[in-house]
């Protein structure tokens, strides 16, 4: 590789503001206990850069909108930053009515009280705009697998060539309905959900915040 001398560098400025510029390092927090937590949308021109696609084998494209770094979520209560993803795959449920489909990003907007103009990806985009600024209520829990597709971390350190087991856990463990594996309860250490545990097969796992259900902030839910 060669040296700054042999390169013929020119002394073009380079543009931008240095002495305000960030690092770049995202600041992440260990997430909360499980709980119902008061949340903040970003502005809607954070939220306009915010959007990703993805692409479903079944369901084709879908739109996914990334809460994170500049673009997270406010924790009213402590002002802490929690990121979070949400799109608009579908699923069904069941609910006393019956099955239903939903998708966690139409749950969200339900309870802003906000319906997109079109069932469609732009629809679903534009009504995401609108909930800028704006707060809910949101059930967050905790969650985390021992991936069968990565190396394991033991000790701190990843341990090459050896990947994770498939056991998933949850703060609320259940079995599947198709009938596979049970998801397992993450620990507590005394009655608080541990965020760093080990599995069953000795790898070291970290507990993620997610979203599960959304609500006003003048419901009761």
Same mark, same amino acid.
């Given at each position: 590789?060669? &040296?700054?001398?042999?390169?013929?560098? +020119?002394? !073009?400025?380079?543009?931008?503001?240095?002495?305000?510029?960030?690092?770049?390092? *995202?600041?992440?927090?260990?997430?909360?206990?499980?709980?119902?937590?008061?949340?903040?949308?970003?502005?809607?021109?954070?939220? /306009? &850069?915010?959007?990703?696609?993805?692409?479903?084998?079944?369901?084709?494209?879908?739109?996914?909108?990334?809460?994170?770094? !500049?673009?997270?979520?406010?924790?009213?209560?402590?002002?802490?930053? /929690?990121?979070?993803?949400?799109?608009?795959?579908?699923?069904?449920?069941?609910?006393?009515?019956?099955?239903?489909?939903? +998708?966690?990003?139409?749950?969200?907007?339900?309870?802003?009280?906000?319906?997109?103009?079109? &069932?469609?990806?732009?629809?679903?985009?534009?009504?995401?705009?609108?909930?800028?600024?704006?707060?809910?209520?949101?059930?967050?829990?905790? *969650?985390? &697998?021992?991936?069968?597709?990565?190396?394991?971390?033991?000790?701190?350190?990843?341990?090459?060539?050896?990947?994770?087991?498939?056991?998933?856990?949850?703060?609320?463990?259940?079995?599947?309905?198709?009938?596979?594996?049970?998801?397992?309860?993450?620990?507590? !250490?005394?009655?608080?959900?541990?965020?760093?545990?080990?599995?069953?097969?000795?790898?070291?796992?970290?507990?993620?915040?997610?979203?599960?259900?959304?609500? *006003?902030?003048? *419901?009761?839910?």
């Amino acid at each position: 590789m060669p &040296n700054p001398n042999d390169l013929n560098l +020119n002394a !073009e400025v380079v543009e931008g503001d240095f002495d305000n510029m960030p690092t770049g390092m *995202s600041k992440i927090l260990p997430p909360p206990q499980p709980g119902i937590y008061i949340f903040q949308m970003p502005s809607a021109e954070i939220l /306009y &850069n915010a959007f990703e696609t993805m692409d479903d084998a079944v369901q084709g494209q879908r739109l996914q909108i990334v809460l994170e770094d !500049e673009a997270a979520l406010t924790l009213q209560k402590t002002g802490q930053p /929690y990121h979070a993803k949400l799109n608009n795959r579908t699923r069904v449920m069941n609910y006393r009515s019956g099955a239903v489909t939903v +998708n966690d990003m139409g749950m969200l907007l339900k309870a802003l009280g906000i319906t997109p103009e079109s &069932n469609t990806n732009p629809g679903y985009a534009q009504a995401m705009l609108e909930a800028g600024g704006k707060t809910f209520k949101g059930e967050h829990g905790l *969650s985390t &697998n021992c991936s069968e597709k990565r190396d394991i971390y033991k000790d701190g350190k990843p341990v090459v060539g050896t990947k994770g087991c498939g056991q998933k856990y949850a703060h609320e463990g259940y079995a599947p309905r198709d009938g596979g594996k049970p998801v397992l309860n993450i620990p507590k !250490e005394g009655d608080q959900f541990k965020l760093q545990f080990d599995c069953v097969c000795g790898a070291s796992l970290k507990s993620w915040g997610r979203l599960k259900g959304f609500g *006003s902030v003048g *419901s009761k839910v």
